[in-house]
């Protein structure tokens, strides 16, 4: 029995230069999920890496052993020095931990900011990318799938995604309240995070004139500055932007504030003191509170913003814990699909399915035939009931075959789809949802077969 | 007729100040439109009693302080009227119509003793000077009430704490480059009104100055909007600093107007018998 592992870090177990280290190296050389066929307990896997997150998920016949593999794998592969002591900062989900985890990373429960919908996207490039790979199949396939569509559940059915959503759109607002029209603004961006892409989204359809953007690696600045038409800026020099720019947008990692008094202070008169906003939202903050001091300068925090928004802090964690029961619900009624996957309910429920349409079938032809006595009734029983198990026969024998295999998962979803066996928590729903995404394959093992 | 006329000014003024209040809490333009058009109004029949006047005494309506303040308060609600037509800032009328409203009543509570020799009254020169006066001084009653709008919005986002008229005010830079603007038009008219009450004073009483105390005062009030102004195109003052002294400006302006024809003696008093 196969189980499912997930292990990562995120913005609350590493600090954000490890974290980047981590995803820049992820990114810069092969794909870790290159490495695949030469892990041998590692079966499926995908690899998710974000700003603020970095994980793993995979699934193994032995924990030990797959967790041994993908720890080495980011040791040697990754080439992180041997002096950084990664496991203080990992995270270890099996099994059903697992599995809800993904599902709140899926819904942006365990996002930095709660409710972005970035991590969406960024978890389907993910899939995207395991899929080109071949290193999903019927495990993963089915909870990728079984995410997106819990993300979904979870966006229309409460408001946590208008929460962030409206956050960045409130920066907006005020921006506008100080500025009027932006489209002569500048906007800094320091730090790159999934909050800030959304604000410079937010921005940049205002039509402000000019972005920058500062980070601690210049990669990740690249790629937003494509993104945004924006300019990079060394991240030890963007204090002397604070002359130039109008708004700011702060998401570092950064522990103290990158931005103190003084620091904005002593360039306020070079501005001619035009006004100054700054959108700080990251946590822990990054500009020191009493810069909302000085004249013509303006702070807000992640905290003033959702103010801002009368969602107060009770209907968001009502919000939040509404969240967590639909992934709770999820979470079982994948517990109950991961069970199917053993070979004696399949048979069980393969048998059921064939009595089922056996007596239904048996009972349209009596009905037909009312002048039938009882012992030719009994004949036409003992006739359908025979070819049924003849009928069955050997496929029952073949599962009981592959259920001692490590690939037996694969043939039990097979068979299941095969006879359409799960018609309520059926694969095919989650499909249809996601048209953009390739449809999980039955992907029957040829080269991989571990047995 | 002219009182008649003033008591409909007055009543015009009153009720576009009860329109634009409306207009304050209700976002309507149908409500800033009628509110303007009876502003309007008031300031035709309010235009025509000054004409009347000015026509049967052959000079301006300013031997008293009473007839003055009317006559600015006339200025006043044009130089909205004519603004508010190019700027489209409707919520600033809100704050602008009640100041209309009390001049005109406070002129009608002042004495109305005619004092001043009226054939000093009658030269181009003093048209000229109080015109620019008090086209500027207007101007600065603008960039007074834009300075209230503007500490009121700034207030509530540096506070994080939006009261109701977050929603209905201008954006915090709008506010200030209106009021630059107003200031930067004003400075110039008052500072030429001054100089040419100056030359004046030096031709009628052989003497440019003479310690009168309005003079004094107006000149306190030009050294307020001097530094005002040099700050602002100097060194980049602006914001709450410039709002807080363009109300400090303005008050400074109504004491000169007022407090020093009314208690003080000199050229420009109209208190009976001093002169």
Redesign the interface.
């Given at each position: 029995m196969s189980h499912i592992v997930l292990l990562g870090m995120n913005h609350k177990t590493a600090p954000v230069d490890i974290r980047e280290q981590l995803a820049a190296a992820c990114l810069k050389d092969i794909n870790p999920l290159h490495m695949i066929p030469h892990l041998e307990h590692v079966e499926e896997m995908v690899f998710l890496s974000t700003c603020n997150r970095v994980e793993f998920l995979f699934t193994c016949n032995s924990v030990a052993e797959g967790m041994r593999e993908i720890k080495a794998l980011l040791k040697t592969h990754v080439g992180l020095p041997a002096s950084v002591a990664l496991d203080s900062y990992l995270y270890l989900h099996k099994d059903l931990d697992a599995v809800k985890h993904l599902f709140m990373v899926a819904s942006s429960l365990d996002s930095m900011i709660v409710g972005e919908p970035q991590i969406l996207g960024q978890l389907k490039d993910a899939y995207r990318c395991a899929v080109e790979y071949r290193t999903v199949r019927v495990i993963l396939n089915r909870l990728l799938h079984k995410s997106f569509s819990v993300a979904k559940r979870v966006r229309t059915e409460t408001c946590i995604g208008s929460c962030a959503v409206s956050v960045s759109y409130a920066a907006v607002a005020?921006a506008?309240?100080?500025?009027?029209d932006l489209w002569d603004k500048s906007v800094l961006l320091i730090g790159a995070g999934e909050m800030a892409e959304l604000a410079a989204e937010n921005f940049l359809a205002q039509g402000v004139k000019r972005m920058m953007v500062a980070n601690r690696t210049l990669e990740r600045a690249m790629e937003l500055a494509a993104r945004f038409r924006a300019e990079t800026v060394p991240f030890d020099r963007f204090l002397e932007e604070l002359k130039t720019t109008d708004i700011v947008v702060c998401s570092t990692g950064a522990l103290e504030p990158v931005i103190v008094y003084q620091d904005v202070r002593s360039r306020m008169?070079e501005?001619?003191?035009?006004?100054l906003f700054f959108i700080d939202i990251a946590v822990p903050r990054d500009v020191d509170p009493k810069v909302?001091k000085i004249?013509?300068v303006?702070v807000?925090d992640i905290d003033?913003l959702q103010?801002?928004i009368d969602l107060n802090r009770e209907e968001r964690l009502n919000q939040a814990q509404i969240a967590e029961h639909i992934i709770d619900e999820e979470t079982i009624k994948f517990r109950d699909w991961m069970n199917s996957l053993s070979a004696v309910p399949t048979i069980v429920s393969v048998r059921q399915k064939a009595e089922r349409i056996r007596r239904n079938e048996v009972r349209k032809t009596f009905s037909q035939l009312p002048d039938l006595s009882d012992r030719q009734k009994e004949a036409i029983e003992i006739l359908t009931e025979s070819i049924i198990k003849k009928l069955l026969h050997d496929p029952i024998v073949f599962l009981k075959k592959r259920a001692q295999r490590d690939t037996q998962a694969v043939y039990m979803d097979f068979t299941q789809q095969l006879f359409n066996l799960a018609e309520s928590g059926g694969g095919s729903e989650s499909r249809d949802t996601q048209p953009d995404l390739p449809a999980p394959q039955p992907v029957l093992p040829t080269d991989r077969g571990a047995g | 007729m002219e009182s008649f006329f003033l008591v409909i000014a007055t009543l015009c003024y009153l009720s576009g100040t009860v329109g634009y209040l409306v207009y304050l809490f209700r976002d309507r333009a149908q409500l800033h439109r009628i509110s303007w058009t009876i502003l309007l109004a008031g300031a035709l029949f309010h235009g025509a009693a000054l004409a009347m006047y000015t026509a049967e005494s052959g000079h301006l309506p300013l031997t008293t302080i009473h007839e003055a303040l009317c006559l600015f308060a006339w200025v006043f609600v044009v130089t909205y009227l004519v603004l508010q037509i190019r700027l489209q800032l409707r919520i600033l009328g809100s704050f602008v119509s009640p100041l209309a409203v009390v001049f005109m009543v406070s002129s009608s509570l002042l004495p109305s003793h005619i004092v001043l020799r009226n054939e000093f009254f009658k030269s181009g020169w003093v048209i000229v000077h109080v015109a620019s006066l008090f086209l500027a001084i207007a101007l600065f009653g603008l960039a007074f009430s834009l300075g209230i709008m503007y500490l009121l919005?700034e207030s509530y986002?540096?506070k994080?704490n939006?009261g109701f008229l977050?929603g209905r005010l201008?954006?915090?830079?709008?506010l200030d480059s209106i009021a630059h603007y107003c200031l930067m038009l004003g400075f110039p008219l008052m500072t030429a009104g001054l100089l040419i009450g100056f030359a004046y004073a030096a031709v009628v009483w052989h003497s440019p100055w003479s310690w009168d105390p309005k003079e004094i005062l107006s000149v306190v009030t030009w050294i307020i909007y001097a530094v005002l102004v040099h700050e602002r195109l100097a060194?980049?003052?602006?914001?709450?600093?410039a709002a807080w002294l363009s109300i400090l400006g303005f008050s400074a302006t109504l004491v000169t107007f007022i407090v020093a024809s009314l208690l003080l003696s000199g050229h420009h008093s109209v208190v009976p018998g001093k002169m």
């Open positions: 005020l506008r309240k100080i500025f009027g008169r501005r001619r003191n035009r006004p909302n004249d013509n303006y807000y003033d103010g801002v | 919005q986002i540096k994080k939006f977050y201008p954006p915090l830079e709008r060194v980049g003052w602006r914001g709450r600093r």
